[in-house]
Every structure is written in structure tokens, then in C-alpha cells.
């Protein structure tokens, strides 16, 4: 006769398993958050089964209601999940066959945890990644608000945290509307790569029943469905694409809060961030401290690790499924979480700061940024540019020497240098002057800028995903 046991595995198995075995292996403090979605896959699942005759009509309708009053007492905090059933699966198998009896213990006919979990883990991160798009969007949007509002300001661009060239502030923000951009697109492949159902494929080699697939995955709301049983319950392929574009993400973020910590301080005082975005000090009365940009900077941390983790998990793991993909969760759900704390606040922190316009085109005018105009100016009079590199360079070095910065020279002063000047070099010398040459796509100037906010409202107010 056999021994009774709790675990769904227990007929095979002459002793319990060991009370430090069930803790060690436990999932339900983490995957507790797929409970909606496994409840969701288990009342289509109940349907495909009465199709293929698995279930009578009369047993389906009551698993079914059964299922719906489990969602409802979880949602409504009346429902304690024990460890000792593993994990959320057979937290609501046993809740269910509470509830209706023996019919219950049909609902698994044909399906196993392996191909459960990594459908209900592609229906979370769908939804997940759409909450997360969305998000971007609006951090977009308040980036392009911001350079609208700002088209006029200038400041220094910088190379190796040295002066380089003026630019638009407005350019400069842009350049992050972009890199979100194409972390937005990152995400939408990551939905697509999700958006293929593994039900049906059992713990590797399919199923016996009479699964209709194809419906059930219309039902489940994936547009296609997995097409090897065994790559479709060993597949994290998904997952590595979700931490992967979260990890690029966090790091564009990272680099702007940067330059947000940056620009906040005392000797750039390019920006003031509002107080409810700032904290003070225990000791130093005086301070007001950019923690909300430092901790999005640290924050990115969490995400490059989340995803190593998975890719050291995956990395050694034979066909088809084994216990190690239980560790796939946790990495996850927590770069989920990162990137959901993140995103609002630091839309809030770029909405409420203020710029100061005058302390950035007053840096604008300093550190001889139009230098290389100088040298295009000789260039287009016949002098080579390697000669006309090491011209102005000289006049620099001049310049430096007499405390002096380039747009105050005397066309007599630089003439010193070269007879290729004329009168109308005093017109480029300026930073405003430098700023509409760079007429290009792609360019600093106002005119491009101004297109490029154009383009970034349309994609923005057309693009659906």
C-alpha cells in the first residue's frame, strides 16, 4: 500500500522529505506575485481540458468558479500560502481541491509545474514590460518638455570632462531622449520574445491529451505558441532579454543622474533640484544633498547583477528543465521592482528643477569652446587643417598666457597667427555663432534641435506600444 504524502511527487517516495530540504526548496515567499496570472492560465487550462474531453462540462464550470472566489479571497488578503506546498502552483491546486474535492486533482491531467511557471512567468513579464513602457514614454515626454523650454540656453560640451564645444542644452537633454528611445525599443522586442505560449508542452515531451493550443493561447492572449517541447520549458531566454534591456536602461540613467549630480553642485550650479527631491544633513546644516539622483545611479548596480546572475545560471544547465531555473524569479521581480521605483521619481526630480540659464551661458563663453571654428574658418581659406590645428592651438596657448578669451581677440591680434584672417572672423568667434554652423541632421544647431523635438512629439503621441 502506499504512503500518503502531501507532495504531489510523494507515491514514488518511502520517506518525507526533510524539514531543512522543504525550507531550502521553497518558492512561495517569491513567486506568490504569479498567483493572479496562474489562476488566469488554470481557468483556460480547465477549458481545454472539457474540449478534449477531460473534464465534463458540470466539472469545468465548478473548478472554474472555484478558481475565480481563490483570486478573489487572494486579492482581498484572505488567503495565507504555506511554504511546505513549494510553491504558488500547489498553494492553489490544494486551495482548489479543498474547495470542489477530487475533481480538482483532474486540472493537472496533461500539464506539468515546468511548462505552468514559464507560461505564467511570460503572461507577468508581458504586462510588466507594458507598465514599463509606459513609464518611458512619460520620462521621454518630460525630457522633451524640458528641451523645448530650454532651446534658447547654451553650454559647454564636454570630451574626457574637458571643455569641447558650445551646444544647445536642449541637444544635450536630447541625446537622453534617445538612449531611452532605443531602451523603449529594447522593451518591445522583449514583449515579442515573451509573447509565446510553452502550455502544452508538459515537462518536456508534450502532451497526450488532445490540447487545442492554438486556442488556448488566444484565450491566454499570446499571439503564437512555442514550437519544441523541450527548448519551451527550458527557454529564459526572455528573461535575459527582460534584464538585459533593464540593465541598459538603468544605465542610461545612471549616466544622466551623473551629470544631474554634476550640474547640482556648487561650482557648476547649472541646476537646482527641488527640495522635495534632496535631503539635508545630520551635521552640515548647510547641505542639500541629490539623493534621489544618487541612489537611481546606485540603483543600476542591482540590475547588472540581476542580470549576470541569470546568464550564470543558464549558462551550464542541460536539456530540458532543471530545480536551478526556480533562481530565475528572484533576479527578475527585483529589476522589475528597480525599474518601476525608478522611472516615476526620476520624471518627477527632471519636472520640478529649475535651470539657471545664466550660470550655463556664462560657462559658454569660457574655456575657448570655439577653438575648432577657428580652425574651420582657416580651413576654408586653403590652409590645411592639420596646419590650421597647430595655428590655433598657438593662438590659445596666446590666449591663456594673456587671460584672455578668443572671441575678444583683434583681427590685428590674429593676424599675429595667420594672414588668412580677415574681417569676417569675428562673426564665428562667438558661442551663439558656433552653435547654428552646426546645421546638420543630428546637429547642436536650433534648427536641428527644434526638428528633433518635432520628430520625438510625433513618435511619442503616435506610437502605441
Given at each position: 500500500m502506499k504512503k500518503e504524502g502531501k507532495k504531489p511527487w510523494a507515491g514514488r517516495f518511502r520517506e518525507p522529505l526533510a524539514k531543512s530540504a522543504e525550507e531550502f526548496s521553497s518558492s512561495i515567499h517569491f513567486d506568490f506575485r504569479l498567483f493572479k496570472q496562474d489562476i488566469v492560465q488554470n481557468i483556460a487550462y480547465a477549458r481545454s481540458l472539457f474540449k478534449a474531453r477531460v473534464l465534463s462540462g458540470l466539472e469545468c464550470k465548478k473548478i472554474i468558479k472555484a478558481l475565480e472566489e481563490i483570486l478573489k479571497e487572494f486579492k482581498a488578503g484572505k488567503i495565507k500560502l504555506k511554504a511546505e506546498l513549494e510553491d504558488v502552483h500547489m498553494n492553489i491546486e490544494t486551495i482548489l481541491i479543498d474547495k470542489v474535492g477530487d475533481m480538482g486533482k483532474k486540472l493537472h491531467s496533461g500539464r506539468s509545474r515546468n511548462d505552468q511557471v514559464a507560461t505564467d512567468m511570460r503572461m507577468y513579464l508581458k504586462y510588466e514590460i507594458s507598465?514599463?513602457?509606459g513609464l518611458i514614454k512619460k520620462l521621454q515626454t518630460t525630457i522633451v518638455n524640458l528641451a523645448e523650454e530650454n532651446l534658447k540656453v547654451i553650454v559647454p560640451g564636454y570630451t574626457h570632462m574637458q571643455r569641447a564645444q558650445p551646444i544647445l542644452f536642449a541637444h544635450?537633454?536630447?541625446?537622453?531622449?534617445?538612449?531611452?528611445?532605443?531602451?523603449?525599443?529594447?522593451?518591445i522586442f522583449t514583449s515579442q520574445e515573451a509573447d509565446v505560449m510553452p502550455l502544452g508542452s508538459g515537462a518536456l515531451a508534450g502532451t497526450n491529451f488532445d490540447i487545442d493550443r492554438a486556442g488556448l493561447a488566444k484565450e491566454l492572449g499570446f499571439s503564437r505558441i512555442s514550437?519544441?517541447?523541450?527548448?519551451a520549458v527550458s527557454d529564459r531566454d526572455f528573461v535575459v532579454d527582460f534584464l538585459s534591456a533593464a540593465a541598459l536602461l538603468m544605465l542610461h540613467l545612471s549616466r544622466f543622474s551623473?551629470?544631474?549630480i554634476i550640474w547640482s553642485t556648487y561650482e557648476f550650479s547649472y541646476i537646482?533640484?527641488?527640495d522635495q527631491y534632496t535631503t539635508g544633513s545630520s551635521l552640515m546644516p548647510q547641505k542639500k544633498n541629490p539623493d534621489i539622483a544618487e541612489l537611481s545611479r546606485g540603483k543600476?548596480?542591482?540590475t547588472f547583477g540581476n542580470l549576470m546572475s541569470i546568464l550564470t545560471i543558464m549558462k551550464g544547465l542541460p536539456l530540458a528543465y532543471n530545480r536551478d531555473l526556480q533562481e530565475d524569479k528572484e533576479p527578475l521581480f527585483d529589476s522589475v521592482d528597480t525599474l518601476k521605483a525608478v522611472l516615476p521619481i526620476f520624471e518627477e526630480m527632471l519636472r520640478t528643477m529649475k535651470v539657471n540659464q545664466e550660470q550655463m551661458e556664462k560657462s559658454a563663453k569660457k574655456g575657448?569652446?570655439?577653438a575648432t571654428d577657428l580652425a574651420y574658418y582657416l580651413v576654408r581659406r586653403g590652409v590645411p587643417f592639420r596646419e590650421a590645428h597647430e595655428i590655433v592651438g598657438k593662438i590659445v596657448a596666446y590666449c591663456e598666457d594673456s587671460n584672455m578669451e578668443l572671441e575678444y581677440l583683434s583681427l590685428q591680434q590674429l593676424k599675429q597667427f595667420s594672414e588668412f584672417f580677415s574681417y569676417d572672423v569675428v562673426r564665428i568667434l562667438s558661442s551663439e555663432s558656433s552653435v547654428i554652423s552646426k546645421d546638420v541632421v543630428g546637429g547642436t544647431s536650433p534648427n536641428q534641435v527644434k526638428e528633433a523635438i518635432k520628430n520625438a512629439r510625433k513618435n511619442l503621441l503616435h506610437d502605441k506600444a
Open positions: 507598465e514599463i513602457i544635450h537633454l536630447m541625446a537622453y531622449y534617445e538612449m531611452l528611445e532605443r531602451d523603449r525599443h529594447r522593451f514550437r519544441n517541447s523541450m527548448d551623473e551629470e544631474l537646482k533640484l527641488s543600476s548596480g542591482r575657448f569652446l570655439t
